[in-house]
């Protein structure tokens, strides 16, 4: 009878973790290395399963203004960001709202012109943090070779 109940008791224990969602420790600061591929920029992280996962509905613009001045962003650059802010971050983004899905951000430039830009967070947000965070401080570098 023992045997039996620690058997189940194992079977449910794996069966839960195989079924949980592959997200990462909740780090204070990550790193990305987005690249355009197909006209858009994109993304890898194999440690949750991510190939060429696309910013998409604005991100792609804010990625344009975060690498303006980093030669060769096209190929590959360092994407730094936290949900809290860190030494020598760029740019803060502001959530603006959920659409159920993902989530929306604001980000707030004055050296933009025009209304401030918006962009949308797929789902793949929530491979990093449990919620959406109220805010994203991120920062963009050359990609070191």
């Known amino acids: ?3 039996l109940l620690l058997a189940a008791g194992a079977y449910a224990y794996w069966s839960a973790v195989a079924a949980a969602p592959m997200r990462l420790p909740q780090n204070s600061i990550m790193v ?8 858009t920029w994109v993304f890898d992280d194999e440690r949750v399963g991510l190939v060429r996962e696309p910013f998409v509905a604005g ?3 804010m990625i344009d203004v975060l690498v303006a001045d980093i030669p060769d ?3 590959g650059f360092r994407l730094t960001f936290s949900a809290k802010p860190f030494p020598d971050y760029e740019k803060k983004l502001t959530r603006t709202r959920s659409d159920g899905v993902g989530n929306y951000y604001r980000l707030d430039d004055p050296t933009i012109e025009g209304p401030p830009m918006e962009g949308w967070i797929c789902p793949a947000l929530f491979k990093y943090y449990d919620a959406a965070p109220a805010e994203l401080y991120v920062r963009a570098d050359p990609s070191r070779s």
């Not at 990305?32 to 006209?39: C, Q």
């Open 1 to 3: 009878m023992v045997v």
């Open 73 to 75: 962003a096209d190929k």
């Open 32 to 39: 990305l290395a987005p690249y355009r591929y197909n006209g």
């Open 59 to 61: 991100v792609p613009e």
